[in-house]
Every structure is written in structure tokens, then in C-alpha cells.
């Protein structure tokens, strides 16, 4: 095996394949052709169209200055970075309209790396009541205790962004739209606007939507985070996160991943994979959802469908004008409670009872058990969340097949 070094192997590698294309010069893409084309990097040893996996943990240090420029730029170890994690990462800044991008080895790693890098004792974070189980929970029990004053947006509060507010200083505004699992859309304009009045930063979760349908960045949003596990990856088959913004507030984000949770090379790879058919994807689910949510609003035996821009009065307009599609997620609520949701579930065959959402496959949840269980009955009320209350994610089959298995389902809940 023959192994070239230095700058040999770097003119060798620019004859054969063309020098990418540098991402500031090709702004203006279109999404379907970013998710094919964004990250691309060239691979300098054989030309592979797929680059290869960088499976290492560290790198070796470059003896002489000729070894270096031979490279792309000087790597040291795979926690702080690695080249197959860089291809994503560009991919989606790129989609999200941010100057940069990070992966981390869940949604969890991006979203407490972005709390606690941001947040100091004395600050106040102002959140979203419905906000994932995960977040709430580090802001309860990991920020609350170590001195960060946390403020709640109600239900009842989301079109009153200056009143949230109303001259008291904060740190960060979290915010995540549509909301789970009723399906709120959140005006990120004008809560944008408001937080900024007080010198906050704005993040979004942008998991139930993704970049495809709804851009927080161009919203006025200062950063985006993701699970990446649900439809970036889209596959229910491995866990990611990540943040995007401005390099400013990146470089602040845990830069050497001091926490621990960088995404790994496998996953890497796996998550680039996945993100070409994003796009494909993302319109079958948009497609998808919005029939499963037409038929079910015709079925006497449903009492009330959750879907973004349908969940209530007045969230249409802001929907069509802040989402191109609606995504995958829709909720209902059945008649006859309980009983009815449990011969509801057990008769499914194509949507499978998980929680977690937005793979090619359908899924059903019922957050009351899961994911909001620990909200008392009240509380739960108030968002709509009844003892019928069932959530869909809704996968890439045929529509006809996922229609025939929820109608059968709620033929046998009466
Ligand atoms: C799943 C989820 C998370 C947490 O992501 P993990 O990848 O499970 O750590 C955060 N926010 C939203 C909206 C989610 O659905």
C-alpha cells in the first residue's frame, strides 16, 4: 500500500476531483437541493462520491508543516471535532439559513449545552409551559437550583409576548413551535421582537417542524435547536441533536464539548444519509398528516383534532404565515375516554404505541402516560388534554393503508 504525505498528496488529490464549492458561494440553493448537496466534501484520496467514515478518536500531530497543509485544517481529537461530523453540520446551517451548525449525541446534549453555556446564576429564563419533558426538566431540577430564575408562558398567555415580559429583564426566551402534543403554533415574530425589547436571546426548538417547513433563524430567532433523532434522522434508529445560529453565539455553545456530547462519527454518517431524503420525506409527511387530520375531523366518534393552524381559533393565519408545510404530528381526542382510547390502541396494526415521533413509520402515543404524565388532571385540561387525548406521528406509508388501520381502530373503540 502506497501512502503519500504532504504536499504531494494534496496535488494529487486536486488534479483528480474538482475543489468543492465553498458554501458562501452557493446561498440561494433551494432546500431540496441543499439536503442532496449541503456538506458535500471532497474525498482527496480516491475520489469516493461518499466520502469515507472517520472512525478515529484522536489524529496523529503533524511533524512537519508540509503534513499540515496537506490537510483540510489541523484536527486533534474526535470529541472536539471530526471531519464526518462536519458534512451534517454544514448541511444544516445551511438549511436553516444559520452562518453555523453543531451536532451533539442527542437533543438533550445540544439543549442543555446551549442552557448552560448561556445562563448564569441571578439570570431569568423565560419558557413555554409545554415545552419537551427533557427541557423542562433541566430547567426545573438542574438550572432552578443553581440559582436561574425561571418565568412560565401559560397556555392562556401565548398571544401576550410583552405582557410575559413587561420591563423585567431575562436572559434567554425558550420556545418551541408547534407545541406538544395540542399543536399551538407560537408567533416566533412577535415573540422574537419582545424578548429582544429586553435584551433576551431567543432559542427555538424547531424538532416538530424542521428546517423544511418552518426557518426561527429568518423569524428573528438568535438560535435553533434540534432533536435531531426525530425527523432529521427520520429512520427511529439513532439519537442526535443540534444547535444552529450565528458564529458568535456558537463559539459560546460548550466549544470543546466540555459536557461530553459530541455526535459520534457512526451516527454521523447515518444522520448525512438520512438528511438527503429530508426533503422527500418531509413532504410525504406533510401530505401525510394533513389527510389523516381532514378524515379524522369527519369521524362522529372523534371529538376534536389538534393540528397546527387547526388546534384553535386564530392559529391558521399565523401558521400559513410562518410554516410552509404543517409537518407530520397531529392529535385527537376520542370520544368514550379511556376505555375507548385502550381498544383504540389495541387495535392498530400499522401505527405502533412508542413515544418519540417523526420516522417513516406511524406511531401513537398517549402523552397523558407518557410524556405529560406528570401534569395534574387540571393542568391538563387547560391545554385539552382530555381521557381521550391521543397523539399521532404520521409516517411515509400510503395514506389509504394508514386511513384503513385508524378507521378500523376506531370502529372497535365504540
Ligand atoms: C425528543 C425531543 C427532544 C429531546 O431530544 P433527544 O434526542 O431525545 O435527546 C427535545 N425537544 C423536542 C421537541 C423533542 O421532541
Redesign the pocket.
Known amino acids: 500500500m502506497t501512502v503519500r504525505r504532504g504536499r504531494n498528496r494534496d496535488r494529487t488529490a486536486a488534479g483528480r476531483s474538482d475543489r468543492p464549492v465553498a458554501p458562501s458561494s452557493r446561498r440561494g440553493l433551494r432546500p431540496a437541493t441543499i439536503v442532496v448537496h449541503g456538506g458535500d466534501r471532497p474525498d482527496y484520496n480516491a475520489g469516493a462520491v461518499v466520502p469515507p467514515v472517520y472512525f478515529t478518536s484522536t489524529y496523529r500531530y503533524p511533524r512537519r508543516y508540509s503534513e499540515l497543509v496537506g490537510r483540510s485544517k489541523a484536527y486533534l481529537y474526535s470529541r472536539e471535532e471530526n471531519p464526518t461530523r462536519e458534512g451534517p453540520e454544514q448541511l444544516l446551517a445551511e438549511l436553516e439559513h444559520a452562518e453555523r451548525a453543531r451536532l451533539f449525541s442527542?437533543?438533550?446534549?445540544a439543549?442543555s449545552a446551549v442552557a448552560l453555556s448561556l445562563v448564569e446564576p441571578g439570570d431569568e429564563v423565560v419558557a413555554l409551559e409545554d415545552?419537551?419533558g427533557?427541557?423542562l426538566e433541566l430547567l426545573r431540577s438542574y438550572l432552578a437550583p443553581r440559582g436561574v430564575g425561571l418565568r412560565w408562558i401559560g397556555p392562556d398567555e401565548l398571544a401576550e409576548p410583552d405582557r410575559a415580559f413587561a420591563g423585567r429583564s431575562a436572559r434567554l426566551l425558550w420556545l418551541?413551535s408547534p407545541t406538544?402534543p395540542t399543536l399551538r403554533v407560537i408567533d416566533l415574530r412577535r415573540w422574537s421582537r419582545a424578548a429582544h425589547a429586553v435584551g433576551a436571546l431567543v432559542v427555538v426548538?424547531n424538532?416538530?417542524a424542521t428546517p423544511l417547513n418552518q426557518r426561527p433563524l429568518e423569524l428573528g430567532a438568535d438560535l435553533v435547536?434540534h432533536?435531531?433523532?426525530?425527523y432529521l434522522a427520520g429512520h427511529s434508529d439513532l439519537?442526535?441533536?443540534a444547535v444552529a445560529g450565528p458564529t458568535r453565539l456558537l463559539d459560546r455553545i460548550d466549544p470543546h464539548f466540555t459536557l461530553g456530547a459530541p455526535l459520534d462519527p457512526m451516527s454521523a454518517f447515518l444522520l448525512h444519509r438520512s438528511l438527503k431524503t429530508l426533503a422527500l420525506r418531509m413532504a410525504r409527511h406533510n401530505e401525510n398528516a394533513r389527510t389523516v387530520a381532514g378524515w379524522l375531523r369527519e369521524q362522529p366518534a372523534v371529538a376534536r383534532v389538534f393540528y397546527p393552524g387547526w388546534t384553535e381559533p386564530g392559529d391558521e393565519p399565523l401558521a400559513a404565515r410562518q410554516m410552509s408545510g404543517r409537518s407530520g404530528m397531529v392529535s385527537f381526542s376520542l370520544r368514550g375516554g379511556r376505555d375507548a382510547v385502550r381498544r383504540f390502541l389495541k387495535r392498530l396494526e400499522l401505527f405502533q404505541v412508542a413515544s418519540?415521533?417523526g420516522g417513516v413509520e406511524s406511531l401513537v402515543s398517549v402523552p397523558a402516560e407518557t410524556s405529560h404524565r406528570r401534569l395534574s388532571r387540571e393542568e391538563l385540561l387547560r391545554r385539552g388534554i382530555d381521557d381521550g387525548f391521543v397523539r399521532l406521528s404520521v409516517g411515509i406509508e400510503d395514506p389509504a393503508d394508514l386511513l384503513d388501520d385508524l378507521s378500523n381502530a376506531i370502529r372497535a373503540a365504540r
Open positions: 442527542s437533543g438533550m446534549g439543549i415545552l419537551y427533557g427541557t418551541e406538544n426548538d424538532t416538530f435547536v432533536s435531531g433523532t426525530k439519537l442526535c441533536g418519540s415521533l
